[in-house]
């Protein structure tokens, strides 16, 4: 299993910025992947997540209406679109991918690397 997550950087409040990850090693398009973050000294934390078709998805309520997690499983993509960013959303953005039962979503331990962002003015 690879992830690679990239598309971070430096943006001030208000601001966009998409997250990008490319998988392979697994069947990508039967499983679900999701996005976490870690800001300095906290735990890691599920920002969005997806299932494997796309239909389903579920966010951190600090994001919703802001962010959205989309998938290409044609190119084996996961992205995430950051809208409105806030200086609460500064942190490492790693890709997980998982498993979806029900409503909800179960990490593999299978992460990217992580790809920081950090929103301040």
């Known amino acids: 299993v690879q992830l690679v997550d990239s598309g971070g950087g430096s943006v001030q409040p208000g601001e966009s910025l998409r997250l990008s990850c490319a998988a392979s090693?697994?069947?990508?398009?039967?499983?679900?992947m999701s996005w976490y973050r870690q800001a300095p000294g906290k735990a890691r934390e599920l920002v969005a997540a997806i299932d494997s078709a796309g239909g389903n998805k579920d966010y951190a309520d600090s994001v919703k209406g802001r962010f959205t997690i989309s998938r290409d499983n044609a190119q084996n993509m996961v992205y995430l679109q950051m809208s409105s960013v806030k200086p609460e959303d500064t942190g490492v953005y790693y890709c997980n991918t998982g498993r979806w039962y029900g409503k909800t979503y179960y990490s593999l331990d299978y992460w990217g690397k992580g790809t920081l962002v950090t929103v301040s003015s």
């Open positions: 090693g697994f069947a990508f398009s039967s499983s679900a």
